[in-house]
């Protein structure tokens, strides 16, 4: 172990391939995980000789201790940017609230899912440019990345997008069209975030609407040079068999939120895996009226839950899994943690076991109508206490 020494005791643990979370000692030197102590190990009892002198012991009896949680797709930082229509908000202290934010829901990863859009405001490309800036500029907290969710008719600026993904800037970069034909279908909510009426929104898509073959040819740029560098690829709402061959052919690695059941189900049976909305299951049911994650979990159709627009979702998803009788607790919590960091190419956390990063969560559990709750958070082994 290295200088800084932790023992997480009494708690009960949540090792890898397992069931139910079992008592064990956590043992931490410096940013990872020295070993894992349970009863059938000959398990740390308490604070005495065994864990030898100047370890912190933390007592976390009546507790469970889980893998970090890794969030894929998150963009519930938007309202930090913008906590009011036309009030933006300076990006760093935007990503400083956000910070609070992930940790208060025991995700110490976090895909920050910004939409490079042709909207003007908050999902434009100077937002992405302005994002890209502060998270370089970040110190401490969760480790927080960017996944850029590209518009398939934003044709603008295209080589500066390919050079943000060429220099590792961009960690996952997700295919998306929600540009509708001609000028209808804009919603209350693209008029708030891009401070545009329907006079000036309306032409605008319309025009963007018209490059959308421009846009298929970039995107195929985009895959070639994301499998060039390893950067891990998804689709984002696939309603169809047509988008399942063209993502196929992109390379995806993941369908966000796909619109069915079997269409879920014929991703998986080509090795992709599926990402499904924490909110979806927790509300218990989708608020747009799609696919219910509970059906999609139950029927075996999921990989991976993400926070989506609302991180508490993402703590509380695996105990209502649990709760409602889909899946037991163990592989709940996997698709909150290890399936993600596996399908995100991070091997070094997800997992409690030794050598792997320290990246925990001390959750009290739900009780008597109240929601699971994060005590402490590690992240590379530093620990924050967000509860007494």
């Avoid at 300076?90 to 895909?111: M, P, R």
Wanted: hydrophobic share 40%; aromatic share 4%.
């Amino acid at each position: 172990m290295g200088d800084r020494q932790l023992a997480l005791v009494g708690g009960r643990v949540l090792r890898p391939d397992a069931d139910e979370p079992t008592e064990a000692t956590v043992l931490i030197g410096d940013s990872r995980i020295s070993a894992v102590h349970g009863l059938a190990d000959g398990a740390v009892a308490d604070s005495g000789p065994a864990l030898g002198h100047g370890v912190e012991v933390v007592d976390v009896a009546g507790r469970l201790v889980l893998p970090g949680i890794v969030d894929l797709h998150g963009d519930a930082f938007e309202r930090c940017l913008l906590p009011r229509p036309g009030v933006p908000v300076d990006v760093e202290l935007a990503l400083a609230d956000n910070d609070a934010q992930l940790l208060a829901a025991g995700i110490t990863t976090a895909y920050l899912s910004a939409t490079d859009s042709w909207e003007p405001g908050l999902r434009s490309r100077e937002t992405l440019r302005r994002l890209v800036d502060g998270l370089d500029r970040r110190t401490g907290g969760p480790d927080v990345r960017l996944h850029v969710r590209h518009e398939r008719c934003n044709v603008d600026d295209h080589d500066e997008l390919v050079r943000l993904l060429e220099a590792g800037r961009i960690a996952m970069l997700s295919y998306n069209d929600h540009t509708r034909d001609g000028d209808s279908g804009l919603s209350m909510t693209q008029f708030q975030r891009t401070g545009l009426s329907a006079n000036d929104l309306g032409p605008l898509q319309a025009d963007r609407a018209r490059q959308r073959d421009i846009g298929a040819d970039q995107e195929r740029e985009l895959a070639d040079v994301a499998r060039r560098i390893g950067c891990p690829t998804a689709s984002h709402d696939p309603d169809c068999e047509e988008h399942l061959r063209r993502d196929l052919e992109l390379g995806v690695a993941i369908a966000e939120f796909p619109m069915s059941i079997d269409l879920a189900a014929a991703y998986r049976k080509n090795g992709v895996a599926v990402l499904l909305g924490a909110p979806n299951l927790v509300r218990g049911g989708s608020h747009l009226g799609n696919l219910s994650v509970a059906d999609a979990l139950a029927a075996g159709a999921g990989d991976i839950l993400c926070s989506d627009y609302h991180y508490p979702s993402l703590l509380q998803a695996p105990f209502v899994a649990t709760t409602e009788g889909v899946m037991a607790f163990g592989p709940a919590w996997r698709q909150v943690s290890e399936t993600p960091a596996r399908v995100a190419g991070l091997d070094d956390r997800g997992r409690i076991g030794a050598g792997q990063r320290a990246d925990l969560v001390v959750v009290v559990p739900p009780t008597d109508g109240r929601p699971a709750a994060v005590e402490h958070v590690l992240v590379g082994g530093r620990r924050s206490d967000l509860r007494p």
